[in-house]
């Protein structure tokens, strides 16, 4: 967009009036930060076209203050997210989150709008059905503008009813993830077959996902392959999807090259990457490739980079909880939650060296890979022009309510075969 600073300045003011969600207004009422609904970030990567919008996974707070600088570096609308997972061992969760981002925002002057939004809400059984029909309002009381409902580990059958069940749940205004496929490498991948039936279902009973996040073979946490996304899959999943305006969600991108992460944006219809163990391990000073893959030495142990992140003192004791604890490589996120107050109580120097390093690192995506940098006047003119904190969905009903009955949802499930790939608990 070409509107001049001064113009922004002006734009961002009346929109922080009218594009603020009810919840929002209400927990903060005498708030600078525009948190918006998702649903605003995913429309303005396609008005930009050929963008894709960061989700950073806030596992602590020198992620998220370095993001939310580079966001503002950048010029660029940003998402800030948690996993219902790392709730558990970060001290950023689902229900301090939202505060946490407009404190900073306020802090910082960010005044790049953002988003935030509960990542990965897992449903693995019917008990987690029940017991989300209670969290998923909490998780909006506490300020969530968007939301993933992640019901893939269940059989499609299953996954459908329960996004149905669960999406009343979640305001109409607010953005929303859906899922079809766990994420767990090259095994189990998704098929449009399944994509489909997933959303025409859901279609058919009103429900229309800002985006969808696919086994598109990526895993989370550290990337020890050299398949990682398969772009051609992705791009012929979106295809099918077309008629019914949904985006795609790319999960797992740390680990995957930038070349690869820039073929996706070009040839798919992705929106939202989710980055989260690149920020994690940049932000404590690990030594990383070009792109957030952590690197090892020869004995297999993660490289600390000098004078990067935290101390040397700091990450001798990291690494000798994690020893204790027999933590693999890839549980070392769970190392947030026990040192988040020894982190917050070094150095002022070191600290801003942790969120500096994550906010260089998170401006060269936003910029040179994402091609999302100037999206914030695109999100604040399309909030003044729907003179609303809901833009609406991109889609309309296409699919016959009677069609997808419970009975009939099972019928059409129970056809679909293919081949889930290997057992496990895939941890989000």
């Known amino acids: 967009m070409s509107l001049n600073p001064s113009e922004y300045e002006k734009a961002f003011e009346e929109a922080l009036q009218v594009g603020r969600p009810p919840n929002i207004k209400s927990l903060f009422p005498n708030s600078r930060a525009l948190l918006v609904s998702g649903r605003y970030i995913d429309q303005a990567m396609l008005k930009k076209g050929h963008a894709i919008a ?10 998220l203050r370095g993001a939310l600088a580079a966001a503002q570096r950048a010029n660029a609308a940003i998402i800030i997210e948690i996993a219902k997972s790392e709730s ?4 950023i969760n689902y229900w301090n989150i939202a505060r946490y981002v407009d404190t900073i925002c306020n802090e910082m002057n960010i005044t790049v709008p953002v988003a935030v939004h509960a990542d990965h809400y897992t449903i ?35 996954n459908l009813l329960a996004s149905i069940a669960l999406y009343r749940y979640v305001p109409d205004w607010a953005g929303f993830e859906t899922e079809v496929g766990e994420i767990k490498g090259a095994s189990g991948l998704s098929t449009p077959e399944e994509a489909l039936f997933l959303i025409q279902g859901l279609n058919a009973h009103g429900i229309f996902p800002d985006w969808i996040a696919l086994n598109n073979g990526t895993t989370h946490g550290i990337e020890s392959g050299s398949e990682g996304i398969q ?9 099918a999807l077309a008629p019914y305006n949904v985006s795609g969600a790319q999960h797992g991108t740390s680990g995957n090259s930038s070349e690869k992460l820039n073929e996706i944006r070009k040839k798919t219809r992705t929106t939202k990457a989710n980055v989260a163990t690149a920020l994690q391990m940049l932000a404590w000073g690990l030594k990383v490739n070009d792109y957030g893959n952590a690197q090892l030495d020869e004995n297999e142990d993660f490289i600390k980079e000098k004078d990067e992140g935290l101390t040397g003192e700091a990450w001798e004791k990291l690494t000798a909880y994690a020893r204790e604890k027999n933590l693999k490589k890839g549980d070392y996120k769970k190392l947030n939650l026990p040192f988040e107050n020894l982190l917050l109580g ?11 390093r994550v906010e260089d690192f998170t401006y060269n995506m936003l910029v040179n890979v994402f091609n999302c940098h100037d999206t914030a006047p695109i999100v604040v003119e399309s909030i003044l022009a729907a003179g609303s904190h809901d833009p609406g969905p991109r ?3 296409i699919e016959k309510p009677e069609d997808w009955s419970p009975e009939k949802i099972r019928e059409k499930g129970g056809a679909i ?7 496990g608990d895939f941890e989000d």
């Not at 070094?346 to 500096?356: A, L, N, T, Y």
């Not at 075969?417 to 057992?423: A, F, I, P, T, Y």
């Open 54 to 63: 960061m989700a950073a996974n806030a596992r602590n707070t020198f992620v």
């Open 88 to 91: 558990d061992y970060c001290m």
């Open 124 to 158: 693995k059984s019917q008990s987690d059905v029940e017991s989300a029909k209670t969290v998923i309002p909490s998780i909006f009381d506490a300020g969530m503008t968007s939301t993933s409902i992640d019901a893939s580990h269940l059989p499609d059958t299953d």
């Open 231 to 239: 772009i051609e899959l992705t791009a012929k999943i979106h295809e």
């Open 346 to 356: 070094q150095e002022r120097s070191v600290r801003e060296r942790m969120c500096k």
């Open 395 to 397: 889609a309309n009903r």
């Open 417 to 423: 075969d293919r081949d889930r790939g290997e057992e």
